[in-house]
């Protein structure tokens, strides 16, 4: 990339607005998977009891809901930096291009 | 449970999961019985391969540049991709292996699988795009962006071929066991079959005929395992609570059968819906939760399947399909690993005079595939098996393949003067070779317990290639220097740690139990520390004027790696 065109998009408002906002959205989400998922580990190494808990009247545990919904989650919290992804920074990285192109 | 258990079902479960390795589980599978031959099974895979030799001749008029073998040209749409991933993800061995897990442990088998799904949503967010942006070939091209090309080039195809060479090794030991187990052929027969149909594939194909071979495997075994999840659901009435209850009285029924005491027995019965022996040791469960989570954004052949999307738009829809589908597939699981206590368990037909399963723990599936859709499913859940060994091999080939001819010879050798077709033709060489080698150390490995090979590439892959790759993307202090020198610590750590492990020292070696140096089941939480840490101390104290070169460049590699603009459009750049 030639230098000028570096710097161009560097001195781009948009630029910094897309960095800024995106890094601080991914390191958000990281945690609340890292945050999700050891607390699960977490659980399974030192509460045993309360994940073998049944449920009601029958034999669903409490755990069978909870694993369930780690496997949701994790499928959902791609799904919503996906979406804000390619709408939202998508959309700010072609003003970016188109800034720095012409 | 002992430490040494755990650390061989850790061993285990690596296998299970994120590669077909799995099958490897040399010491989950153990030395299968050879079956009677099974035609149904070997006619349904005959039609596969027929099929996918198509496909290769179809993809073969296609494959004509170096873009074309790597990447499939960059005509990879997010969809396609995101199947393809989850069909790399989807080994025979998280198939067969965590069912059995379920079906053994209950709750433990939904454990294993939700570790083997977290580490997507990291790699979405801080690296697929990214590597779009900044990569065209292989992980090395993004690695290497600002950096010296040679030192970090020899890294980076060093961390791969060793990833690939255990991978491989485990993927044809498992291959020749498997086969051995469900179509009644001979183990080296076996072995060679896979081999060589690798090769044309890869060969002849290249990515595109790889990534096609891999999306329709992914394509039937979400088929054939829905189908059987839906026919166990719906003799419950699609009542999971029915499931349950049904498969605590049937283990409660064998724990009694076993002489235990009416309350014991229940007790046993009931604990199938808890966490049982899984995580006795929480150092070992968060170092193995790493390398799984890690190493999968380490992973060579999951990572060059982020260059063959157009752009970082598809590359992100990819990772989310491939996040849909693994996580979908390993709720499947759970259900037919349940299914299998209640209608294999069940039934005499499948269980020898022990009570044990016909042909080994691992057939938990199988023999729900017979129970629930006759012997022609059987032949067809068979057939699929074999299908996803052949296809995660062939996309392993190919990944050692690039490393050999676009990082060391066309980068390193040649000095990126290298033309096209010397290049095509290099890696097409390599490709051979290294079917060769596959297929020879899988006859060689035969009654190897190998299930430590991919628990080793995991641990590589997470200590090694991950960090490197990581650091030279986010941190602009990094330099040659402190990538090479942290990167080779943390694979040579993650090797020697694995190496003295009980996994390896105890089982595999045989010496004495408790003689082990290292007590847990994984490295990564150390030599992964020792990576990270090793690029940090290495690239601060270097003050080489390379390094003022590799810090000045990293502005510009942001700006390319943020916004995509410059990036190689994936096809012929």
């Known amino acids: 990339m030639q230098p000028d065109l570096t710097t161009r998009i560097l001195n781009d408002p948009n630029y910094q607005a897309l960095k800024a906002k995106r890094s601080r959205f991914g390191w958000w989400l990281t945690l609340a998977m890292m945050v999700v998922y050891y607390g699960f580990i977490l659980l399974v190494a030192f509460d045993k009891p309360f994940l073998a808990a049944r449920l009601g009247t029958g034999v669903t545990t409490v755990g069978?809901?909870?694993?369930?919904?780690?496997?949701?989650?994790?499928?959902?919290?791609?799904?919503?930096?996906v979406h804000r992804a390619n709408s939202e920074y998508d959309a700010l990285t072609e003003k970016i291009a188109k800034a720095a192109l012409q | 449970m002992s430490a040494r258990m755990l650390a061989r079902l850790l061993g285990a479960i690596t296998l299970l999961g994120v590669s077909a390795a799995a099958m490897a589980a040399g010491a989950d599978l153990g030395q299968a019985e050879k079956q009677p031959t099974n035609w149904t099974a070997i006619g349904m895979f005959a039609v596969f391969v027929v099929g996918t030799l198509f496909i290769t001749k179809w993809a073969a008029a296609k494959t004509k540049s170096a873009a074309d073998f790597y990447t499939a040209g960059g005509g990879i749409t997010g969809f396609q991709n995101g199947l393809a991933i989850a069909g790399d993800y989807m080994s025979a061995a998280s198939f067969l292996g965590i069912s059995a897990a379920v079906m053994v442990g209950g709750f433990d088998g939904l454990i294993y699988s939700i570790g083997f799904l977290v580490g997507w949503p990291v790699v979405t967010f801080l690296l697929a795009e990214r590597l779009r942006n900044l990569g065209k070939f292989t992980f090395a091209d993004v690695a290497a962006f600002r950096f010296s090309q040679t030192p970090v080039r020899v890294f980076a195809a060093s961390g791969t071929l060793v990833v690939v060479a255990f991978y491989l090794i485990a993927q044809m030991v498992g291959a020749g066991q498997l086969i051995k187990l469900l179509f009644g052929l001979e183990y080296w027969i076996a072995v060679v079959i896979v081999g060589a149909l690798m090769m044309v594939y890869v060969l002849f194909g290249g990515m595109t005929a790889t990534t096609w071979v891999q999306i329709i495997k992914a394509c039937l075994l979400l088929a054939g395992a829905s189908f059987m999840a839906f026919m166990v659901l719906y003799h419950f009435g699609f009542s999971p609570e029915a499931m349950f209850a049904k498969a605590v009285e049937v283990k409660t029924g064998i724990a009694a059968a076993a002489g235990k005491p009416p309350a014991e027995a229940a007790a046993q019965g009931f604990s199938i819906m808890g966490p049982g022996g899984f995580i006795k040791d929480p150092i070992s469960a968060i170092s193995f939760g790493m390398a799984l989570m890690f190493g999968t954004a380490g992973l060579p052949h999951i990572l060059m399947r982020f260059f063959t999307v157009p752009n970082a738009?598809?590359?992100?829809?990819?990772?989310?399909?491939?996040?849909?589908w693994i996580g979908y597939f390993y709720i499947l699981t759970f259900i037919i690993g349940f299914g299998a206590i209640t209608f294999v368990l069940t039934n005499p037909q499948f269980l020898d005079a022990k009570g044990g399963l016909l042909g080994g723990g691992n057939m938990a599936a199988i023999h729900l595939a017979n129970a629930v859709g006759g012997n022609v499913f059987l032949g067809f859940i068979s057939a699929v098996a074999f299908a996803t060994i052949l296809a995660v091999v062939a996309g392993l080939t190919l990944s050692g393949a690039s490393a050999v001819s676009h990082d060391l010879y066309s980068t390193v050798i040649k000095k990126g003067k290298a033309d096209g077709a010397a290049e095509l033709k290099v890696s097409r060489i390599t490709t051979v070779c290294l079917g060769i080698v596959?297929?020879?150390?899988?006859?060689?490995?035969?009654?190897?317990?190998?299930?430590?090979?991919?628990?080793?590439a995991f641990a590589i892959a997470a200590s090694a290639n991950f960090p490197v790759l990581l650091m030279s993307v986010l941190w602009k202090d990094c330099t040659t220097r402190g990538a090479v020198i942290g990167g080779f610590l943390g694979l040579v750590s993650s090797v020697l740690l694995t190496l003295v492990s009980p996994a390896v020292w105890e089982v595999t070696l045989g010496y004495p139990k408790g003689s082990a140096l290292f007590p847990y089941a994984s490295p990564a939480l150390f030599s992964m520390t020792i990576g990270f840490v090793g690029i940090w101390l290495f690239s601060i104290l270097d003050r080489s004027p390379r390094a003022a070169q590799d810090r000045a460049g990293f502005v510009a590699q942001q700006v390319r790696s943020e916004t995509g603009i410059g990036a190689s459009g994936a096809s012929g750049h």
């Open chain 2, 313 to 324: 738009k598809e590359a992100r829809k990819s990772v989310l399909w491939a996040t849909t």
């Open chain 1, 64 to 81: 069978m809901p909870i694993g369930l919904a780690v496997i949701i989650f994790t499928v959902l919290i791609t799904g919503i930096y």
């Open chain 2, 438 to 456: 596959a297929v020879v150390l899988g006859i060689a490995f035969e009654k190897q317990n190998i299930a430590f090979m991919v628990s080793l």
